[in-house]
């Protein structure tokens, strides 16, 4: 599976981005996936999921209420709509593929996922 990610750039705080990442390959099966973003000098860092259908989102505590993960159709393309952005928020984002069903325990934990993007960066400006 071959993970695409785009949509980071440089934007002010306060405003909004929207990043996307599509699979490609093993598209006859359909994945839980997940966003997880690193700063520089931190550790990678779990941010948002998704189950295959869309039916199930799971989130970091740090973001609920300005990040939403959705999956248009239940497709393998999920989109991380990020508002109120901060310049802590400031990192490179990494979207990934679990080949296991997420639950609220397992989405945060990086081993779950089997796949990963290139990442994409994402930059605040206070």
């Known amino acids: 599976v071959q993970l695409q990610a785009s949509g980071g750039g440089l934007v002010q705080a306060g405003g909004s981005l929207r990043l996307s990442c599509a699979a490609s390959?093993?598209?006859?099966?359909?994945?839980?996936m997940g966003w997880f973003r690193q700063a520089p000098g931190l550790e990678r860092e779990f941010v948002a999921a998704?189950?295959?259908?869309?039916?199930?989102?799971f989130y970091a505590d740090s973001v609920k209420g300005r990040f939403t993960i959705s999956r248009p159709h239940a497709k393998n393309t999920v989109h991380l709509q990020i508002n109120t952005l901060q310049p802590e928020d400031t990192a490179v984002y990494y979207c990934?593929?679990?080949?296991?069903?997420?639950?609220?325990?397992?989405?945060?934990?990086?081993?779950?996922?089997?796949?990963w993007g290139q990442g994409t960066l994402v930059t605040v400006s206070s």
């Open positions: 990934a593929v679990s080949e296991s069903l997420l639950t609220p325990d397992t989405a945060p934990k990086r081993w779950e996922y089997t796949f």
């Open positions: 390959g093993r598209t006859g099966s359909m994945y839980d």
């Open positions: 998704i189950s295959w259908s869309g039916g199930a989102t």
